[in-house]
């Protein structure tokens, strides 16, 4: 006798949608594109593998090559990443491992200070979220609410998963703790309900291809050439920005961008971003209340 699985073959969190046939979508002061930058700040444990530049020693224990590798984010990445965007104006809407709060509390004091808004992204990033029982998703999620909210003086409202992981009822979890907008589907250019057990939920745009991990760790980019998508990115949603709004989302990993062979090509692509007129630079909590307080209720 087969078995029958409990997990469904499609999911009822949202109604299909053509862009092309929903009311247009107007941001702030006739801005075209809300832009919003997600710098991925995280913690890594040291007795297993996670992202990595050089395969050979994934299997070692500890694998010091690819953990200090990582580490660098957090001793030097975040502090460039900071000082860029700082230059020409945008506050990031960190996706903050709850235990970087007790790992690296001058970031948090640093992001804390530029007025940077912090969502939830799971305790670290070598845990990610699918396997747990239901009450140990629950506890999770409120750890990781907790412990940013204590840190930081405000709960998170907003979610990104590590690797954009999720239950079947992750979602409903999530909104019952109080979070009311994620950023693990990335389907979209502008924000949409999702339907919930309880309470709501928007997703916000996000992508894992204008992202720095995808580009340079997935598709061996430069620098140069993921400057350039983020250029190449912005025009065309600018211009599409002209009937309706779009969100721009640049994901983004201090480990990462935060060398200077690369940072230095991110601070050329703001550059370009921020040296034309209606653009609105957002947070994730901006954006989320913007995109409900302008749609007509439901």
């Known amino acids: 006798m087969s078995s029958v699985s409990a997990a469904p073959e499609a999911h009822d969190r949202f109604p299909y949608s053509a862009i092309v046939d929903r009311p247009p979508l107007r941001w702030p002061n006739g801005a075209r594109v809300a832009v919003w930058v997600i710098p991925n700040i995280e913690h890594f444990l040291f007795d297993r593998p996670s992202s990595s530049i050089i395969q050979s020693t994934t299997g070692f224990v500890p ?18 990443l900071m000082e860029v965007m700082e230059r020409h104006g945008l506050k990031g809407t960190v996706a903050l491992n709850s235990d970087v709060c007790a790992h690296y509390p001058r970031i948090i004091a640093g992001g804390q200070a530029l007025g940077w808004e912090w969502m939830g992204h799971g305790t670290n990033n070598s845990t990610m979220i699918n396997g747990q029982s239901e009450e140990e998703e629950r506890r999770l999620v409120e750890t990781v609410i907790e412990t940013i909210g204590s840190a930081t003086g405000a709960r998170p409202r907003g979610w990104l998963s590590p690797g954009l992981t999720e239950s079947h009822r992750s979602l409903d979890v999530l909104a019952a703790a109080g979070i009311d907008y994620v950023a693990n589907w990335v389907n979209d250019e502008q924000p949409y309900p999702m339907r919930v057990a309880s309470g709501s939920m928007l997703s916000l745009p996000y992508s894992v291809e204008l992202n720095d991990y995808t580009a340079f760790l997935e598709q061996g980019q430069s620098g140069e050439a993921f400057a350039q998508a983020i250029r190449d990115q912005f025009d065309v949603l600018y211009e599409d920005g002209r009937t309706a709004g779009r969100v721009m989302s640049i994901c983004l990993h201090p480990f990462l961008i935060g060398h200077p062979h690369r940072s230095k090509h991110f601070d050329r692509a703001l550059a370009h971003i921020t040296s034309r007129e209606d653009v609105w630079l957002a947070t994730g909590s901006q954006i989320a209340d913007w995109y409900r307080s302008s749609q007509p209720a439901e």
């Open 63 to 80: 694998d010091v090559l690819n953990y200090s590798w990582r580490d660098y984010g957090a001793r030097v990445g975040i502090w460039r």
